[in-house]
């Protein structure tokens, strides 16, 4: 049992209990009329136990209806008596002494699941929980990589915290997470940017994986990177820009290109034009890049500095509020041993006191947090606006979407006086090939040839400035 055991009354979840939890999360203009008519418990949607010292879950059947649950900072010991709660979306159980994960067989619809903070040594008998997408157990006692694997089952888990727990010490623990939770978003309240994640067989036969595992692995996980890989890009912005998808996605369905290559001299200028091309891409690909890491590590950094203010203030919340509790259980030992009416009453005045001012302590801090957070997120906004502006400048401007339109501009320009030396030539009968007739049709005269380029030229410049857009306004949605 915990030692606060000593100091502190352990609770059990009763009427009297709840129905004062549910008339306190009313609003304050109808807590009286609820009060005088009750309330019928089919109808709490949610319903907030913390900080009450409870050790044993119990009466929790009537809330059938029940969407979201809170029973973080208690003494609970063990999961129990949740079978009934089907629609439970949101559990909180953070902040107590639980040893084994049990009990949650029924709870289908759960998304949400919080046991940070408790004494689990296994992660383990969760196996119906198939819509979970947010699972949080960090800071237990949780000492094998293995049992991360355990989590494959949940298709749908995009946000996992294990932070705090022994198996975190291990210098691979980060990518054995990566590798075998592929879809995970955030790990340990970082967004997961990673996709050099290439653990090799040797990284699992490290970690005891039998030869079968290593096998199947290597099957799953050579797709599972590639994936991952076009994600980052495309989270990035510059999906396909690190190859010659952009100029061959240019000729793709540009017709008059496909004749015009028939025409001497075309097919040297061809020669150089790809990999000049592709070069400016792929600086673009490397650039975007960097500036995806750079907005990560914003995300990343604005989320731990979110996570460290709201445990701090949880914290000193709780530390006052067991303060008050220990103080004040010995003040109503005096006033029920007073030796006179006089010296009861100036305890209960001094009890009375001692209320107010924890009323006041504790709005001290919520208004100290909010202040925090509206810092943090006015910070946070100004510095991804910076990164994002600069980007989309860039791109507009100096970066190399300007490069690939003066390649295709001066290709153009030789591409046309090409053009135009064949047809010369072709008038005269001085043409030392025969070309194609749909080709021949192009030479009938300057305008046909000069139209025929100026086309194809234009339909290469609208796929460029196409993925300049797409660019820009994925940055701006973003």
Known sequence: MSQLYDSIEPNVIDD????????????EDIRELAKREGINFKDVKELQLSFRNILQIDNLWQFENLTKLQLDNNIIEKIEALESLVHLVWLDLSFNNIEVIE????????????????????????DTLRELQIFSIGKNNLTM???????????KLRTLNLMGNPLCDDEQYTL??????????????????????????????KSGTSILQIICFVAFGAGSLQKLGLQKHTTAFVEYLNGSFLFDSMYAEDTEAAKLAYLPGVGDLLQAYPSWFVSVCEN?????????????????????????ALTANQQEGRKIILDFENRNKRRLDEIHNASSYDIAESKRA????????????????????????????????????????????????????????????????????????????SVKNELDEDLPADVQMLLVDKNTIVNAVNASHGIRLLKIDKRERDIISNTYRW
Do not use: W
């Open 284 to 308: 673009l690909f490397n650039y975007g890049l960097k500036e995806y890491e750079k907005r990560e590590a914003e995300v990343s950094d604005f989320y731990e500095s979110l996570h460290e």
């Open 176 to 205: 054995f997470v990566v590798a075998h939770l592929p879809d995970l978003v955030y790990l340990d309240f970082k967004l997961v940017s990673d996709t050099t994640v290439s653990i090799s067989a040797s990284l699992l036969v």
């Open 103 to 126: 009990g949650l067989d029924t709870l289908i619809k759960l998304q949400d699941l919080s046991l940070y903070n408790n004494r689990i040594s296994k992660i383990e008998h969760m």
């Open 350 to 425: 001094e009890y009375k006191a001692d209320i107010l001012q924890l009323s006041e302590a504790l709005m001290t801090l919520e208004m100290l947090i909010a202040d925090q957070l509206e810092e943090l997120i006015k910070d946070f906004k100004s510095n991804i606006d910076a990164i994002a502006s600069t980007f989309t400048e860039n791109v507009k401007g100096i970066y190399p979407f300007d490069s690939c339109r003066d390649l295709e501009n001066r290709h153009h320009e030789k591409l046309l006086e090409v053009s135009i030396t064949t047809l010369e030539k």
């Open 16 to 27: 009297e209990m709840v129905q004062k939890a549910i008339e306190e999360q009313c609003p």
């Open 145 to 155: 990589l293995e049992d991360v694997i355990y989590l494959r089952k949940f298709k």
